[in-house]
C-alpha cells in the first residue's frame, strides 16, 4: 500500500488475518473492506492493501511492541495527530488545514518488511475515519455559520469516538506495579463481554487447498479472540509471563508461564523456591527432612577429594535414608526417629 495515496472513499478501515499453522506462518492485511475480501476470497492484490506474511506469533510480538511504546514516541505520535486531525474537523477547516498532520502520520507509517503490521492498522484506520468524517462534513449545506459549527462540532465527536474506542486497549493497559512497565492482560481482553465484536470470514479454495480468512472493521479484539483461538487448536497457548508480564506463546504441555529472559527465569525460580521453603516450614515432618538431607549435602562437600570418608558417609548415610524416608509417610515415628538420624 503506498500510504500517500491511501483510499480514503472506504466505509472503514479493514485488518484482517489468515493462518497457516503446518508451516508456522501468518498474513496479516489491512485496508478497505472490498480488497481486503477479494485478497483472501481470490489472492489478489492491489494498491488499496498492505499485507505481510511472517512467522506465526508475530502479531503477539506487535503487541509487546506497543505495549511498550505506550507512554513513549509511537503511539502518543498518532495520538497528537489524531487531535489534531480532530480540531480540523471540529472547526470546519479545509484539507489544507490537515495536512501537517496526515504527513505526521505518513512519517510513521512503516513500509519495511519487518513492519509492526498492527501499528501501520492503528494509522490507517486515523486517517481513513478523519476523510470519512471530513468528506461528510464537506459535502453537507450549511445555511448559517451557526449552523456549520454545530455539524462540524457533530463530526468531529463522531470522529473522536471512533478513535478513542480503537485506541482504548492500547492506552488504557494495565502495569506492572514494581517497574510501571505496561502489558496486555490477555484472558482479561478475551474474554471482556463489554462490547459487540463484529468478524467476517472468508474461504478460498487457492493452490488446491482451503484457506480461511478472517477479517474485523473498527475492531482489533476481534481479531486478537479469534488469533488466540485458532492458536490453541495448535496446542499453542497465548498468556502472560508471570514475571515481567508480558505476553508469550507456550505449547499447551508445558506448564512453564515465563519468558525466556534469564531474568524472569531467575526471579520465577527465587518465587518458587521460596513458596515450597515457607509450605515446607509449615510442615515439621518436611520440614526435619529438608534439614536432615540439607545437613548430609554440607557434610559431604568437607570431604572433598577423599574418596575413603565420602564412601564411609555415603555408607552411613544409606542406613538413615530408609528411616528419613519413613518419617514422610509415618509421622508418628518422627521422635524415635530424630534419636537415629545423627550424622
Known amino acids: 500500500m503506498n500510504t500517500l495515496k491511501i483510499p480514503f472513499s472506504a466505509k472503514t478501515a479493514v485488518i484482517g488475518i489468515s493462518f497457516d499453522v503446518p508451516n508456522q506462518k501468518e498474513t496479516v492485511v489491512i485496508g478497505n473492506p472490498d480488497s481486503v475480501k477479494r485478497f483472501f476470497v481470490s489472492g489478489l492484490t492491489d494498491n488499496d492493501i498492505d499485507f505481510r506474511t511472517r512467522k506465526l506469533g508475530t502479531l503477539i510480538d506487535e503487541m509487546n511492541e506497543l505495549a511498550l511504546s505506550a507512554d513513549g514516541d509511537k503511539i502518543q505520535k498518532v495520538i497528537s495527530a489524531s487531535s489534531g486531525l480532530c480540531s480540523v474537523i471540529g472547526k470546519g477547516k479545509g484539507n489544507k488545514s490537515a495536512e501537517n498532520f496526515k504527513n505526521e502520520l505518513f512519517e510513521l507509517y512503516d513500509n519495511s518488511a519487518n513492519a ?106 476481534a481479531i486478537l479472540r479469534v488469533y488466540v483461538d485458532i492458536l490453541k487448536q495448535a496446542n499453542v497457548v497465548v498468556r502472560n509471563c508471570a514475571v515481567c508480564h508480558k505476553l508469550i506463546l507456550s505449547d499447551r504441555a508445558n506448564t512453564s508461564a515465563v519468558c525466556g529472559s534469564d531474568k524472569c527465569r531467575k526471579e520465577q525460580h527465587r518465587l518458587t523456591t521460596n513458596i ?68
Open 116 to 221: 509492526n503490521m498492527l501499528f501501520n492498522y492503528i494509522i490507517f484506520f486515523v486517517l481513513t475515519n478523519f476523510n470519512l468524517n471530513h468528506k461528510a462534513l464537506s459535502g453537507e449545506f450549511h445555511i448559517s455559520v451557526n449552523q456549520m459549527k454545530k455539524s462540524a462540532e457533530k463530526f468531529a465527536e463522531q470522529y473522536n469516538a471512533c478513535i478513542s474506542d480503537m485506541l482504548m486497549p492500547f492506552r488504557n493497559l494495565p502495569v506492572v506495579p514494581e517497574s510501571k512497565v505496561r502489558y496486555w492482560d490477555i484472558d482479561k481482553q478475551i474474554n471482556s463481554p463489554s462490547s459487540e465484536l463484529i468478524l467476517h470470514v472468508y474461504y478460498s479454495h487457492i493452490g488446491g487447498t482451503w484457506q480461511t480468512g478472517y477479517a474485523a472493521e473498527n475492531s482489533f479484539l
Open 276 to 343: 515450597v521453603r515457607k509450605r515446607n516450614k509449615e510442615n515439621p515432618i518436611q520440614d526435619f527432612y529438608d534439614t536432615f538431607s540439607r545437613n548430609c549435602s554440607n557434610l559431604r562437600r568437607k570431604f572433598g577429594d577423599n574418596l575413603s570418608a565420602r564412601k564411609r558417609f555415603d555408607d552411613e548415610f544409606q542406613k538413615v535414608r530408609t528411616a528419613a524416608l519413613a518419617i514422610r509417610t509415618c509421622p508418628h515415628r518422627l521422635k524415635s526417629a530424630k534419636k537415629s538420624m545423627q550424622i
